[in-house]
């Protein structure tokens, strides 16, 4: 559990997200937050890097979070794009727990996933429900991981399939609870 | 792989003690110092039986007609459906079966790394000649001389173009009257390394098939014929099966013939057959080819260990390697093996993370977690030893009755150098769990510390309780080590604690009799804790370490470590 926060860090959006005034969020019009989502300090998040094409109105997402998130320290969240071609909307599912110093450039993370500290996850992969990735994991781009799957390595490959309570142990809505409570 | 976490908590299935003989004489020789109340002996983690029959709590299933926990080893898995894990198309069983195991459309992995290959076009716009290009490591098909034409069905592409080219490098090596130089646009010379392996003799006998794939199946089909041979002939080839049935049935029996060869005439070396051999063997040479690349290439053109066991054909050199396809993964099904009860059974599309049924341990049985009273004075990976560490055990209740525990735990752990361990307070009563609405709405008050359970004289109290757990203490004494070098196994403190519950719960009678009766169910299990690793004694401070513990046990994996000691006691882990 993360010592107490220095009160006034946080600011609550509307919607009940918590997001640290020292994190890095651009383009703040084109992210959606699910609720009960927690962006920690340090943290990065391009809302900045979309399509823009025909749909230039206020529709045009560039990141969609899901609820109960933790995004922790230092995290980079960048949608994925190709040259000439532009970028890609990321989406992120509910319970998704993004550890410190990660950087996340996946076209599409399920819910129930854990991406341990330090992992780079590569562009256009797209990452299933209930995923545990470990520290320090570099997934390849254009990877797909199914669900239940434990990845690690470098480049990250499935190693172990998780068992039926994963949904269970992957899912952080009880201390991202708690840790709101707190800040 | 990963680093012991501690502290971890790990559950043993009893399926372990059906195995082998029982013996139900056992006398109840039981220590009296040992507060159990089962008969039996404890359960030792040392023992190299045990090790096998532990399991964290999440990989546990529960079986509720056997009442008993199920671990992977006593359940049998059937499988629902196929998928491939990259492009997560499902794939029926029937074509599982005719075209084999992996999929057939676009999914490859590198052989280099292991990483996922994608179709990329060689020139800019999208209409060059395709390759399987690398994300990781840049390796492509091009390395190895091959490209496709489209971007789609590569599976087919590839199978193509890999025969064609070892059908003409053969042709090369074979007989040099008919020599196809003009064949192949492509250089195929890289290729062909793989499969000529072998110098044909030249004998009478026909020219072997070029590949090795055609080469297995033709050894298959001479086999299969010999196997129909022999089969035709007598049961079992070589009379076997007469002269067995021959030594049980004396008498009338004897003249029974078993099939078309009787019993008399099976024993004539006439009707034996034999298993003939396809050709006689081969003189296999060429590997000097082989070594000169080596020479060429040096040991960065060699592929690995890892890199070769995987491939079909065991190339040597990194020029011969071929992309991989994606292995099938399958969603299964799992059954009780001794009552086919099913428990957990999951949704056949493939996306979808849902069960059906999903039985598991973890809302069955109460789950301990265990963690530091006082965060500063105690480091897991250095416990100092001879000094009292407390630590909190949580028993949470997953059921909808109130249930009481009972813990038991020996005075001193098995094994070599034994800790001393006390539970302050071995019964207690935990909670049900009971909607979350009821805790909201009532009051947010905490039930009073209940005092319950034999006093010994120790405070026989409960740390702290909440709607549906209990936290009591429990003291751990470690042994003072010797100095001489020790197993890393030795280090590690492992209490075994017996979790008992006994609780009532609603049945419904279909006879008829209205009432609603109490039944009275019990439901016991060991558990091993790993607690930390103990250090030598200092006689400072010892140094403050944020260890694993301090994360919420639901985040750590836990492990199971391998219990390698020479343990000489096989326990038998006692449940009513």
């Known amino acids: ?183 | 792989m990963n680093a012991p976490l501690f502290p971890s908590i790990l559950i043993s299935c009893p399926c372990s003690d059906n195995v082998g003989q029982r013996s139900p004489t056992r006398s109840r020789a039981s220590d009296d110092d040992i507060d159990i109340e089962e008969e039996g002996e404890t359960f030792d983690p040392r023992a190299p039986r045990s090790a096998f029959s532990l399991f964290p709590l999440e990989n546990l299933l529960f079986c509720e007609d056997c009442n008993q926990v199920r671990c992977p080893r006593c359940v049998q898995d059937e499988i629902v459906c196929y998928f491939c894990p990259s492009c997560l198309f499902e794939v029926p069983s029937s074509t599982v079966k005719s075209e084999g195991n992996r999929c057939t459309r676009n999914c490859f992995s590198c052989p280099i790394c292991f990483a996922a290959l994608s179709v990329t076009a060689t020139s800019e716009d999208q209409t060059g000649p395709f390759v399987l290009l690398c994300s990781h490591c840049l390796w492509s098909t091009q390395d190895i001389g091959i490209e496709f034409e489209k971007p789609t069905s590569i599976t087919a592409q590839l199978a193509a173009k890999l025969k064609a080219a070892t059908a003409s490098a053969s042709s090369s090596s074979s007989s040099s009257l008919s020599a196809p130089e003009t064949s192949h646009s492509r250089p195929l010379s890289p290729l062909s390394s793989s499969s000529g392996t072998y110098f044909r003799p030249t004998s009478p006998i026909p020219p072997p098939a070029s590949t090795d794939e055609a080469e297995f199946i033709r050894l298959k089909a001479h086999y299969n014929q010999q196997n129909a041979i022999a089969n035709a002939d007598d049961f079992g080839g070589s009379g076997s099966l007469s002269r067995l049935m021959g030594l049980y049935s004396t008498g009338a029996g004897r003249i029974r013939s078993y099939g078309p060869g009787a019993l008399q005439k099976s024993t004539q070396t006439k009707n034996r057959s034999e298993w003939q051999e396809l050709e006689p063997c081969r003189a296999v040479g060429g590997e000097d080819e082989i070594i000169e690349k080596m020479k060429c290439v040096g040991f960065y053109g060699a592929t690995s260990q890892a890199q070769r066991i995987i491939q079909v054909h065991n190339p040597k050199l990194l020029e011969n390697v071929r992309p991989l396809a994606a292995l099938l993964r399958t969603k299964r099904s799992k059954r009780c093996r001794s009552c086919r009860h099913i428990l957990v059974k999951p949704e056949s599309k493939v996306s979808s993370i849902r069960y059906r049924i999903k039985l598991v341990a973890r809302s069955y049985i109460p789950q301990l977690t265990i963690s530091r009273l006082d965060h500063n004075a105690v480091n897991y990976f250095n416990l100092q030893p001879l000094s009292n560490h407390q630590f909190l055990l949580t028993v949470t209740n997953p059921l909808y009755d109130l249930i009481n525990v009972t813990l038991a735990t020996p005075e001193k752990t098995p094994g070599k150098y034994p800790a001393t361990v006390y539970i302050l307070c071995p019964e207690f009563e935990v909670g049900a769990s009971t909607d979350v609405w009821d805790e909201a709405l009532g009051p947010e008050a905490k039930p009073k510390a209940k005092i319950k359970g034999k006093k010994t004289g120790l405070a026989a109290t409960i740390w702290d309780s909440g709607r549906n757990w209990t936290t009591v203490i429990l003291e751990i004494v470690p042994p003072l080590l010797p100095d001489t070098e020790l197993e890393e196994d030795d280090y590690v403190v492992k209490v075994p604690i017996l979790v008992r519950s006994v609780y009532e719960s609603d049945i419904d009678r279909d006879d008829g009799i209205g009432k609603e009766v109490k039944e009275k169910k019990e439901h016991s299990y060991w558990s091993v804790l790993e607690v930390g690793r103990m250090g030598k004694k200092t006689a400072g401070k010892v140094g403050f370490e944020e260890s694993a513990g301090a994360r919420p046990m639901s985040l750590m994996s836990t492990t199971s470590s391998a219990a390698s000691d020479a343990g000489t006691v096989r326990d038998r882990r006692s449940l009513r």
């Open chain 1, 1 to 183: 559990m993360p010592p107490k926060q220095v009160k006034g860090e946080y600011i609550e959006t509307d919607t009940g997200n918590k997001v640290s005034r020292k994190s890095n969020i651009l383009g703040s019009q084109n992210i959606i937050l699910g609720g009960k989502t927690i962006i920690q300090a340090d943290c990065t998040i391009r809302g900045d890097l979309r399509r823009s094409g025909a749909p230039g109105q206020h529709g045009n997402v560039a990141i969609a979070v899901g609820r109960y998130c933790f995004f922790a320290r230092s995290s980079v969240l960048r949608p994925p794009g190709k040259t000439h071609r532009g970028f890609y909307p990321m989406k992120l599912g509910d319970h998704v727990f993004i550890g410190e110093g990660a950087v996340v450039e996946a076209a599409m993370v399920g819910s129930f996933v854990h991406i341990g500290a330090g992992s780079v996850i590569g562009k256009f992969s797209i990452i299933k429900d209930c995923v545990r990735i470990e520290e320090g994991t570099v997934v390849a781009p254009n990877t797909v991981i199914p669900p239940f799957s434990r990845v690690a390595g470098r480049p990250g490959v499935v190693i172990e399939e998780l068992p039926e309570t994963a949904q269970d142990s992957l899912e952080c809505g009880r201390i991202v609870k708690q840790i709101y409570r707190m800040i």
